[in-house]
Structures are given as C-alpha cells and as structure tokens.
C-alpha cells in the first residue's frame, strides 16, 4: 500500500527555520499532486501548501506566504517544506497529502493518501 512518511519536525526558537520533508513509497507519487496541512492541539486540519503535479503550480495559505516554500524532488519521490521566520503560532502537527487526479488543493477532502504527521513547535 502506497505510504507517505514525514521526518524533519522539531523545537525551533521564533524567527528560526526548519525543513520537513514526506517520503513517498512508490514513484507513482510524481504523478500525484501534494500539500501540506497542519493541526493545532483544539484546532481543525487546515490546509498550508499545496503544489500540482503539472508544472509544479503552488498555492499557499495567507499566514505562511512569503515565509514557507513547498517543493518536490521527484528523482528521490519526496516533498519538502521549507519554513522560515517561523513563529509560535505555526506550533502543530505537520501533514503531507497526496491527490491522485486534480491539480493541488486547499481543501482537506480532496487527497487521497496521508502521513503520520510530525511535530513542529516553535518556541517564543
């Protein structure tokens, strides 16, 4: 069964950075758009970043624009999420999710596979 593994969360002062990064288990990923989701302890999955299998188009959320980065290295079948300037209101559980038809999404029940999530906790 087709899995998606995140790794690269951890306690990051305010201000800093930090990149997570989703391990796909089979190249047919390439083929799938992505994004990234995220959950606060008491708060709904809400969508961060997303990026389209097809010209690699990205979509971010209004909170993080200007400070994440979503990309892809399909040679290695991985997604990545680069977070700068990071701030203790970006403390959760970060998520990747796999679309199997459709260009990237902001809306949660549109992916198909999903990761474990990891934790990423900004410190003030």
């Known amino acids: 069964q087709a899995q998606l593994v995140e790794s690269g969360g951890g306690v990051v002062q305010a201000g800093g950075s930090l990149r997570v990064s989703c391990a796909a288990s089979?190249?047919?990923?390439?083929?799938?758009?992505m994004g990234w989701f995220r959950q606060a302890p008491g708060r709904e999955r809400e969508f961060v970043a997303s990026?389209?299998?097809?010209?690699?188009?990205?979509r971010y959320a209004d909170s993080v624009q200007g400070r994440f980065t979503i990309s892809r290295d399909k040679a290695k079948n991985t997604l990545y999420l680069q977070m700068n300037n990071l701030k203790p209101e970006d403390t959760a559980v970060y998520y990747c999710?796999?679309?199997?038809?459709?260009?990237?999404?902001?809306?949660?029940?549109?992916?198909?596979?999903w990761g474990q999530g990891t934790q990423v906790t900004v410190s003030s």
């Open positions: 990026i389209a299998w097809f010209r690699s188009t990205t």
């Open positions: 089979d190249p047919s990923f390439n083929t799938y758009s």
């Open positions: 999710a796999a679309r199997k038809v459709g260009g990237g999404s902001s809306t949660y029940g549109e992916y198909d596979y």
